[in-house]
């Protein structure tokens, strides 16, 4: 119940937040002939990245793996076609579960804003154990919503090893899922 709580809270956080600059910017010019004044309004949809094609996102991941819980996340534009995901993760404070993890991500069709990719990266914390890890390969594909193209989602799903070392013993597992029960969902904002 605590979980769904502090999800929906973060969910309306960040709704509210995204609706600040999905507004279309007006740019308004004016040019003189002789006594007749020409005026013209433009719009523009505010851009979601920068002209170097860099840009930096906050917001929410459903991911898990190794994470104790959904966490949040940061994405960083490396290029035009490389991005980096970097998660972290408090499931508890008594006891304490920490948990943090990165991801690589290549886009190979489409673009920043919307179009598929595959990638790879790792986690590792202390889920209610002494220590875990957890390696990934990823594939997925990443939208925005025309008219709100500083929101974007992210869907991940893929193999996935996990080393857990316990007081009493150690254990792996290799299992090939999406990466979290709500198809390895991510939402940021992207600055």
Do not use: W
Not at 10 to 29: C, D, I, P, Q, R
Not at 89 to 118: C, D, L, M, W
Not at 179 to 186: D, E, F, N
């Amino acid at each position: 119940m605590h979980k769904t709580k502090t999800a929906l809270m973060t969910g309306v956080l960040l709704a509210s937040l995204f609706g600040l600059n999905a507004f279309a910017k007006e740019h308004h010019s004016e040019k003189k002939h002789g006594n007749a004044v020409e005026s013209h309004v433009t719009y523009r949809q505010s851009s979601a990245s920068s002209a170097s094609g860099k840009s930096v996102g906050f917001g929410f991941s459903t991911l898990t793996g190794v994470l104790t819980s959904p966490s949040l996340t940061m994405t960083i534009d490396l290029t035009e076609m490389d991005t980096v995901q970097a998660l972290a993760s408090i499931g508890s404070t008594n006891p304490f579960q920490f948990s943090a993890g990165a991801i690589y991500k290549r886009t190979v069709s489409g673009s920043q804003e919307t179009g598929f990719h595959v990638g790879g990266g790792f986690a590792l914390g202390n889920p209610g154990t002494l220590f875990a890890f957890n390696l990934s390969a990823l594939a997925g594909f990443h939208f925005s919503i025309p008219g709100l193209s500083q929101v974007r989602f992210h869907l991940d799903g893929g193999p996935s090893f996990t080393f857990v070392n316990t007081p009493v013993a150690s254990t792996t597992q290799f299992m090939l899922q999406p990466l979290s029960p709500a198809l390895g969902a991510s939402i940021v904002y992207i600055f």
